[in-house]
């Protein structure tokens, strides 16, 4: 058995710096493992009191008359590492350290954590400044969260973990209260040791549980969250995480476009989007979307039945489910035909969506038919059925009625719960049927249960065949021609260009390229160029000498550089601007693809993508991007427009995110803006490029 299923499933517990005082933090954790039915051994350990709550009380470890499996550490911080490090030597597993006073306070404090590591030595640390975990499974708990007051706790198979002790104890008492059923939660908290991934990876392997459920304030091994949550999507479970901290107020300020675009939170959504995992948006729905994905029921498309007998209600779900694109179709001439016959008179809508039938008396039969002929219907995917106010009188019977439909199909069947009545939502959730209170929770959850059903594994990485030097390349920001030729060597496509320095050359360049032209300063100090009047479009050879003077002019008075360089440049027409570029960022290396030029952050049409841990993107992951965003019509022939060269477009991409894989650390800052993609057969061109390169190592 690992030290992490030890640390889940402890066959013997000790509790360091126990108290007598069951109303103390250092008295809980005796007393919830009594009061919620763990049957190991329990081993309080107090020097100053003889037993706890009828039990032996030792005076240290050494004492110990067993080695125990895990260990909670109610020490302070000073004095934490010291039994961690006997824990450690008479071989104990796990170790729960709940002192905070670590990494969290500052230098003094991650000292003290680097201690308490290396005290540990291979004995495993959960925490500190943790809370603890909850076994809800094997009825074990071992944690000091006030939460665990409550006298029962539903169980099903919903894990929870959580980097913050707080949260863990405010789903365990909401779930409870909603009749949601959870398998495991545990406190990862400052994760000296056991993270995050740890818990994925555990509960992927976990026969008890089927969705995992995650707070989150930051991944802080990547690639180890990466393979786990990949681990769990590939075995069926899904992982639903809330992510805090959304602000881009901490998005670092860079010389090109893309960090801005990217911005820390954008890397979290293209992280969970590439591993499967679902990104609640809202706290709550940190167990709307888990309790509906519990089911195990599978959404196979956007169309919902919705079944009420209160015509408000009806309009609400219907209302929110159509501004999140689910369709409300109404029935076919097969399935209202069913529906006509199960009630007489005139007063049911039987023939539009939401169904509106009369359960006055609430007829069990009645709503039985017609939840079953809804599920049998070919028009729907999913259904919601509304329990309006007559289940308030009886709503066992509401339940029971719902409950014996679920096993004639597979389609997911959830509930609103109208009037202000928890005790009948949380009713129907234990029997099978998630229960929301607000029509946008069911809304929430199906979007959750139709992400999971239309993820897919991603695909391999694209490996390149070639090794390119830039060995040539000075360190730092490159200027605009030097960037050009890094990318020429990737096979990036760039626009004709020539390098002049004075007005006689720029009126022979603009020749040579013949039509009109763009003359731009070439200078590795300043990148914004337009922002300075450093770019001046649609020049003749006649008109370009003059306006070289000009440009020189205006930099100077507006960046106090004097450009002695400058670069007249094919003027590219007919194509549509792009922003290509890549983003390093605690959790890895992305490629940013938006709408380009000069308005890039302000539309922030962008999506990202990021590298695999091995190559760059191959042809489908650049494929999602481009169609993934929003002026993905541009480049497909909107309203009569010329389709665009998309396949070349989708080849730079590729190439891109090799010369970024293969640069490594060396590779600063890229972007491309603007792409130009031309029409279909024509290709893509680079008008602009940043390149900063790092020191090589």
């Known amino acids: 058995m690992s030290a992490i299923s030890r640390l889940l499933q402890p066959r013997s517990v000790a509790v360091i710096g126990a108290s007598a005082d069951a109303s103390k933090t250092a008295g809980r954790p005796v007393a919830y493992l009594r009061k919620h039915g763990f049957t190991g051994d329990i081993y309080p350990v107090n020097p100053r009191v003889d037993n706890i709550d009828g039990l032996r009380c030792y005076p240290d470890i050494a004492s110990l008359p067993a080695v125990p499996d895990v260990a909670i550490v109610l020490l302070g911080a000073e004095r934490a590492h010291i039994a961690v490090r006997a824990l450690a030597e008479r071989g104990t597993a796990a170790a729960i350290v709940l002192a905070s006073g670590y990494t969290e306070t500052g230098e003094a404090g991650a000292r003290r954590q680097a201690q308490l590591l290396e005290a540990a030595g291979s004995m495993r640390i959960l925490g500190p400044n943790t809370i603890g975990l909850v076994n809800l499974t094997d009825n074990i708990v071992l944690s000091a969260s006030g939460a665990l007051e409550m006298a029962h706790f539903p169980v099903g198979s919903i894990g929870v973990v959580s980097q913050s002790g707080g949260i863990l104890g405010a789903l ?98 293209a992280l969970f989007k590439q ?11 940190l167990l709307d979307i888990p309790v509906a994905l519990s089911t195990g029921r599978v959404l196979r498309g956007n169309r919902v039945a919705i079944l009420t007998s209160t015509g408000g209600a009806g309009t609400l779900v219907s209302d929110s489910l159509g501004v999140s694109g689910f369709e409300t179709p109404p029935p076919d001439a097969e399935t209202a035909a069913r529906l006509r016959a199960l009630q007489t008179g005139d007063h049911a809508a039987l023939d539009r969506n939401p169904i509106d039938v009369t359960l006055a008396g609430l007829q069990p039969d009645l709503l039985r038919g017609a939840i079953r002929a809804l599920l049998d219907s070919p028009s729907y995917d999913a259904l919601i059925i509304i329990v309006g106010s007559s289940s308030l009188a009886m ?133 914004h ?46 194509g549509t601007e792009l922003i290509l570029g890549m983003h390093r960022d605690p959790l890895g290396t992305a490629i940013l693809l938006g709408m380009g030029g000069i ?75 603007p792409l130009f993609v031309l029409p279909a057969g024509q290709g893509v061109c680079a008008a602009d490029g940043v390149v900063v390169l790092s020191e090589q190592g």
């Not at 998005?251 to 954008?266: E, N, P, W, Y």
């Not at 002019?553 to 670069?567: G, M, S, T, W, Y």
Request: hydrophobic share 50%; glycine share 6%.
């Open 172 to 269: 365990l008492s909401r779930a409870a209260a909603r009749g949601i059923g959870l398998s495991k939660l545990i406190s990862t908290s400052n994760e000296v040791d056991l993270e995050l991934a740890d818990f994925v990876d555990y509960l992927a392997d976990d026969p008890a549980t089927q969705v995992i459920a995650l707070y989150v304030e930051s991944v802080r091994n990547p690639d180890k969250f990466r393979a786990a949550a990949l681990k769990a999507a590939r075995v069926g479970k899904p992982v639903v995480a809330f992510k805090i901290g959304r602000s881009e107020a901490g998005a670092q300020a860079a010389v090109s476009h893309t960090g801005a675009l990217a911005g820390a939170d954008r890397m979290y959504d």
């Open 395 to 527: 709503p066992e019977l509401m339940a029971g009625a719902i409950q014996d439909c679920l096993p004639g199909s597979d389609k997911p069947v959830i509930a609103f719960v109208s009037p202000h009545a928890p005790e009948v939502a949380a009713l129907l959730t234990q029997r099978g049927v998630p229960a929301f209170a607000a029509a946008e929770s069911c809304t929430v959850a199906l979007s959750g249960m139709l992400q999971t059903a239309r993820w897919k594994a991603p695909p391999a990485a694209s490996m390149a065949s070639a090794t390119v030097s830039i060995d040539d390349l000075p360190a730092g920001a490159l200027d605009e021609a030097q960037a050009k030729q890094l990318f020429a060597r990737f096979g990036l496509p760039c626009a004709r260009e020539i390098m002049v320095t004075t007005p006689a050359e720029a009126e022979a360049a603009a020749a040579a390229l013949s039509g009109s032209v763009v003359l731009k300063i070439l200078s590795n100090e300043i990148i």
């Open 599 to 673: 308005t890039a952050e302000l539309f922030k049409d962008t999506t990202l993508r990021l590298l695999p841990a091995q190559g760059g993107l191959n042809r489908e992951d650049a494929m999602e991007m481009v169609r993934e965003l929003k002026t993905w019509p541009l480049l497909d022939g909107f309203r009569g427009r010329p389709k665009a060269d998309v396949e070349a477009l989708v080849s730079t991409i590729v190439a891109f995110s090799h010369m970024t894989a293969q640069l490594g650390e060396r590779l600063a800052e890229a972007e491309i803006n």
């Open 529 to 574: 160029k337009s922002d300075v009047g450093g770019v001046a479009v649609n020049l003749k050879a006649e008109n370009i000498g003059a306006r070289v003077t000009t440009m020189s002019a205006e930099v100077h008075a507006k960046a106090n550089i004097e450009p002695k360089r400058f670069l007249v440049q094919e003027m590219v027409l007919g």
């Open 275 to 285: 591993v499967g995992v679902i990104r609640a948006q809202a706290f709550s729905d």
